[in-house]
């Protein structure tokens, strides 16, 4: 009987051709824009998780204070207010997975006959696992460099680029300054972060050999910054008060006098920015889908004139024996099968569209299953929404009165 | 009287209207028997078409009982009359009524569709039934390649599709000549061999004339109830 039924609703469609093209534009143009902007907007969010995922989870940094001389404010890190004990006693806390403390600053590099500046970190094997960086060529410095202050290091892939032109850079010896360092591995890629800097302009040597050999310090043990990683993003919040707490009695410092230290939550400026993100593709999404509204609406104006122009024919089908049912199941999957053969439609033609931005911009696009999967569902509920009164109309006519229609 | 195919007991009909209610049906009692060939007469506004959709199920009286095959039925739901249209009757109109974009063994099928029959033997049924009624040919022809006249017999095979105790033909042969009326006619005479109770409605004495009995209304009452006798 369905079958019967599907088999009628085709030649329905078929028996109108224009009138049914133009119905499924409305559908193929809603579900297409659906899928394009939706492809778009999960592309935006997926490039922000990336970006993240590159700096790492659930990170914040604190800073060494400022110090003002003759009025004077140094701004962060200027004092000499951290050190790798501080470094040592946040470990300790809870929801404390990783901390690194580091000492950083913009150095001249020299290899043969080229040199490049850039940013020179040093620090422990910690802060590589806190930024889930990992070593692609060579290997990455252990513990005991840092305990003997030996002089390796890692460099980024912009400086092998630019110091090493081509050559292997793992094994050669390069200077930072006058010190010679041996390359003993090679970063892997990380790309921009979310200011735009180059993440991977940068050279990792054991925090010992930086506060000893490049940089100096003003007391054996100071740092600028110590990264330190909480074990969730829940309890981002509740690590850095403890945190704070505890570097403020480290410091012995007294009720209303302010912190020697700065913290910032690297995370939130990342999360901040998927929030907007998300907020974008939810937008893009909902204007979208007024144009899928737009589509059933169309649908509906159709089957409700389709409904006028064949109540003849539902008088006849009545007169034969057609229940109520019959014929709302008749006009019902009229209307499915226009707004599902239009969701096809759309569903390719949005395809089509979106790997072309991808293809011709460079806009990252995603294309998920479940995208297409909620744009069929809400396709079939249109239909279903929108025939249902013009269907129900049609059920509902009075056989006499339908067998007199001319 | 157990073998009434048709019995109406003060069968009324009431229409509102502007001026109040109008009866278009007074209180009619009728009975047909199975096998009967009835026609029933009358001028234009006599109440026949009302008398015929209540006997058709197309419509619910506002008084009386309407026993079909010994079912009272005047109060039955829609669907449920929509069920004994399918099944228990079987319509020919005036304008022949067939679907313009199915074919002559859709159109026929049809029927058996609501019936809830599988494919195969609602096609097998269809080309019986065109065969039967000299259209076999023509299974996958479209209602507008073949003429009135034949367009009527499939019309009638369509009727006939789900094996009825009763066929109700509402001026069958109004649109045609007097050439394919006879056919048609002919063909009513044949079914009514068979058994099947035929109740048409005409106004041509000579269409009626065809029937064993006939009944006149007028003014929404039964005025005459004759046997003729004189058969097809």
Known sequence: ?406 | MSDAVIRVVGLGKSYATAAGLFPALKGVDLEIQAGEYLAIMGPSGSGKSTFMNLLGCLDTPSTGDYYLTGQNVAHLDKDALAGLRNRTLGFVFQGFNLLPRMSLQDNVALPLVYAGFAKDSRRARARELLTKVGLGNYAESLPSRISGGQQQRVAIARALVNQPRLILADEPTGNLDSHTSEEIMRLFGELNAEGITIVLVTHEADVAAHAKRQVRFHDGEIVSDQLTGSGA
């Open chain 1, 1 to 406: 009987m369905l079958k019967a039924m599907l088999g009628e609703a085709w030649l329905a469609m078929g028996a109108n051709r224009l009138r049914t093209a133009l119905t499924m534009l409305g559908m193929i143009i809603g579900v297409g824009a659906v899928v394009i902007m939706m492809a778009i907007g999960q592309g935006a969010q997926y490039a922000v998780q990336q970006t993240i995922s590159t700096m790492g989870s659930n990170l914040f940094i604190v800073l060494s204070g400022s110090f003002t001389t003759a009025g004077v404010r140094s701004g962060s890190a200027g004092a000499p207010t951290l050190n790798v004990a501080d470094a040592n006693a946040i470990a300790e806390l809870d929801g404390v997975v990783n901390v690194s403390p580091t000492h950083q600053g913009s150095r001249q590099l020299v290899y043969g006959s080229q040199n490049w500046s850039s940013q020179v970190l040093g620090t422990t094997p910690e802060y590589l696992e806190a930024r889930a960086w990992n070593v692609v060529e060579g290997a990455a410095f252990g513990d005991s460099d840092v305990r003997s202050a030996t002089r390796v290091a890692l460099i980024g892939k912009t400086v092998a680029d630019n110091l090493f032109n081509g050559d292997n850079p793992v094994g050669k010896t390069m200077r930072i300054q006058q010190n010679p360092f041996i390359v003993i591995g090679v970063l892997g890629s990380k790309g921009q972060n979310l200011d735009g800097r180059d993440q991977d302009d940068t050279v990792i040597i054991p925090l010992s050999t930086a506060q000893r050999k490049v940089f100096g310090t003003p007391f054996l043990g100071s740092v600028r910054m110590i990264m330190v990683q909480a074990d969730a993003a829940d309890n981002m919040q509740r690590v850095m008060d403890a945190t704070t707490s505890l570097l403020r009695q480290r410091h012995r410092l007294r009720e209303g006098q302010p912190d020697d230290f700065f913290m910032r939550n690297l995370s939130a400026a990342a999360e901040s920015e998927a929030e907007t993100t998300r907020t974008m593709s939810i937008l893009l999404g909902a204007i979208a889908s007024i144009s899928l509204i737009v589509g059933g609406i169309g649908i509906m104006n159709i089957m409700l004139v389709s409904v006028t122009e064949r109540t003849r024919e539902i008088g006849i089908r009545m007169a034969i024996g057609a229940r109520q049912q019959d014929i709302l199941t008749q006009f019902l999957l009229e209307a499915v099968m226009i707004s599902f053969a239009g969701c096809l439609l759309g569903l390719l033609l949005g395809l089509i569209i979106a790997l072309a931005i991808n293809a011709f911009t460079g806009m990252v696009i995603v294309i998920s299953g479940s995208a297409a999967l909620i744009a069929f569902a809400v396709a079939a509920g249109v239909g279903v929404f929108f025939g249902w009164y013009p269907a129900r109309k049609a059920a509902q006519l009075d056989p006499i009165e339908a067998l007199r229609y001319q």
